[in-house]
C-alpha cells in the first residue's frame, strides 16, 4: 500500500481487492499491524491508501453452536497442548474448516455403509459422489456443495472505516440469491461505502479484458504494449525472410560461373 501511496494510484479512480487468507489468528491480512506502532513517515499516506482496498472474506455467522465450538476447541488446546489463546484471538479458520470436512465426511460414510453395506465404504469415489449437490446442517449453519463438489459459500465485503482504524463489512454476498446486500447498522440503517475521490457511486459498466476504458480518471489504455510489440516484431522478421531471400538470389547469379547449369533445351530430345 505504500507502494500505491507513493506512485499516486490513490488520487485517481482505482479501487483494490483482495480475497483474505488466514496467516495467523494473532494477526491476520488486513489488520494494520502498522498503525498507530511505528513511526514509519508514511503511515499517514498508506493509511490514505488503505480506503481504496476491499478486503473480501468468507461469512463467518456466529451462531451459538459456533460461540460453544470455538470455547470448546480453546479449551482442548489448553488443556492439551499448552497453548492458551488471547482475549481477541479466534480459532483459524483452517480448524473450522477441518471439522466441516470430517462432519460431512461422516454422514456420508454413515449412509453408505446403511444403504451399500461396509464394503462400499471403500469406494473413494463413490463417497465423493454421494457428498455433492448437498446441503449440511453444521454448527449451526448452512454448507452447501454443488453438483460439482464445490463449496458454495457466502462472502463479505469489508472497507476501511471513516476514521481509518479498522476494516468493517459493507456488503453482504448471498450465493443462493446471487444478490449482494448491505450491512446494517444498529439503527437498522444501511452502512454506506464510502467512494474516496469521488462523490458518488462509479457507473456501472464492464471492462474488456485486453482494453480497459477508464473515463473516470480521463485515460484510455488500448492495444497492451505487449501485443504491439509482438505485431512489430513479426513484421520485421517477414521482411527479414523476404530480403534474406532475394538477397541470396543476388549473391548467387553473380557467383555462379559462366555456362553453369545444363539448359533445358538439351533434354528435349530426349523426352
Partial sequence: MEFLASNTYTQVYYAFDYYEIPVGALQPLGSLP??????????????????????VTL????????????REVQSLSARSYNYT?????????????????????GVVLNETV????????SNGAGLNKRMWNRTYNILGRQ?????????????????????GNAFRPVLQWSSSMKIFTAVTEEDGTPRQIVWYNRTSLPADRTFPADNHDST??????????????????AVILLVAIVLAVFYRKIIWNKLRPAGFGIPPVLFRNEI
Avoid: H
Fill in 59 to 70: 461469512a463467518n455467522a456466529k451462531t451459538p453452536e459456533y460461540l460453544n465450538f470455538s
Fill in 114 to 121: 446403511i444403504l451399500d453395506g461396509a464394503d462400499a465404504a
Fill in 216 to 233: 473516470d480518471s480521463g485515460t484510455q489504455r488500448g492495444t497492451p504494449a505487449v501485443a504491439i510489440g509482438c505485431s512489430f516484431m
Fill in 85 to 105: 489463546y488471547t482475549a481477541n484471538e479466534k480459532v483459524n479458520p483452517w480448524v473450522m474448516a477441518e471439522y466441516y470436512a470430517m462432519k460431512i465426511l
Fill in 143 to 163: 454448507i452447501v456443495l454443488d453438483e460439482n463438489g464445490d463449496r458454495v459459500a457466502d462472502w463479505v465485503v469489508n472497507q476501511l472505516d471513516p476514521g
Fill in 34 to 55: 502498522w498503525l498507530g506502532n511505528s513511526s514509519n513517515s508514511r503511515d499517514e499516506d498508506a493509511k490514505l491508501a488503505y480506503r481504496s482496498l476491499f478486503i
